[in-house]
């Protein structure tokens, strides 16, 4: 093990370096030689790790995989209770496999296939945390709680994200816990039924719709669905209909998820882009229903400037709908890429990854999708980023992708006379 040296300012990043192995011995030194100020401590053992984690603040904690996928878990399961606020890295040691890929994505920031480009690692660890210092600034923290209470995710929530976490869960044991909740049974079969699916037959068991859905699509449609009903349209609110913007967000949700499978991301990506497309407008309700007339001089701001309304929101509120609801999702410890992708979805040029990310397939999936109508001509649209487009190399998609979205639209147009949004 090594001993921390003490930071030369308060501007020293301190990371926790966790390997066992001891096969980054010199990963420290590599960072110096890049010139940053960081101050690197490296334990060669979990029992190391969670003490130096009671006792010293860490702004990123990175794990060199194993191979033993509980123990890695482990790993980062005691980094989210000990220190929440810390970045959580994977580095590859031990090849990575697709099982292993899976679980850790629900509890990484990231997960660097190749180690040996430090300076991107670097930089993208350096992101990353002011990423964390974003969402957790203390002007939305003052002004979300300003609300009241934080509520609680729903139960049903808690043992859905208990299941990802086990090795023993099956469709058997997924379908009795959202039998527990008949209105997300009915969301689910609701789901699995639409033309969006095109299935061709009639799903009626819940087991069977939870095999296709995928447990992580499930716990997003369960805390969307708690998440709506606590942030109700309120009865003299005429400005936009809350019900209009939940429904273009699943359509928002099922072109992200579209993009995610084009691409061919791995089944964690798909699911995260749905959820994170589900929940990207979710501060616009939020505001709207707990201060609808602070609310309205924004959009009519908005409006009579024609600029987008998130930018008249940063500017008469000192934050956006997009922090509030990140700052939310990070408090019910939704995974790093999901409230990444709700916080930066109008401006994902700040990102500094080069891959695909949920991120990318919710941006791209609200850029595409029409826009939700307001009564006033505020402007809700999210326009495309060609820097980040061009970056990612996505252009050559775009015109497929616009035709997806038109096909969802019409799939969800022909819906709406008799359905209400998921």
Known sequence: ??????????????????????????WSSKIHATGRDWNVLRVDSSAEMVAYLKETSFQAVVVVSTGRI??????????????????????????????????????????????????????????????????????TRDYVLSLGQLPSPPMIYHKLSATLSSDRSNASHISAIIEQDPALAAKVLKMVNSAYFGLGRQI????????????????GLSISGHLISLYPQHRNWSYFSFDAM?????????????????????????????????????????????DPVSYRKIMVTSAQKETPLFIIEKQMLGIFHGEVAAFMLAQWKL?????????????????????????????????????AETEIGADLSTKLNEEFINRLQLKAH???WQLAAKEIERIAGNQQSDQRSY
């Open 70 to 139: 509980q123990a890695d878990n482990d790993c980062f399961l005691n980094t989210m209770s000990l220190q929440p606020g810390a970045v959580r890295i994977m580095l590859p040691g031990v090849p990575v496999s697709n099982t292993q890929m899976s679980y850790a994505l629900d509890m990484v920031h990231r997960i660097f296939p190749d180690p040996g480009k430090l300076e991107y690692v670097a930089s993208n660890i350096e992101y990353l945390i002011k990423v964390n210092r974003l969402v957790n600034k203390q002007k």
């Open 204 to 219: 009626s068991n819940i087991k069977e719709a939870v095999t296709l859905l995928g447990i992580r699509m499930l716990r």
């Open 398 to 400: 775009l015109p497929r």
């Open 335 to 371: 995974p790093a890429p999901i409230v990444e992708a709700v916080l930066l979805h109008h401006t994902p040029q700040i990102s500094q990854d080069d891959s695909f990310s949920p991120l990318a397939a919710v941006h791209i999936a609200d850029a595409l999708i029409t826009e």
């Open 1 to 26: 093990m090594n001993t921390p040296v003490p930071p030369s300012n308060s501007t020293t990043i301190q990371v926790l370096l966790v390997d066992t192995q001891r096969q980054f011995s010199d």
């Open 246 to 290: 939940n429904h273009r967000a699943v359509m928002v949700a099922r072109l992200a998820r579209q993009i995610s499978q084009d691409l061919k991301a791995n089944q964690a990506t798909q699911d995260q882009a749905f959820v994170g497309g589900l929940l990207h407008d979710l501060g616009i309700l939020v505001l709207a229903s707990q």
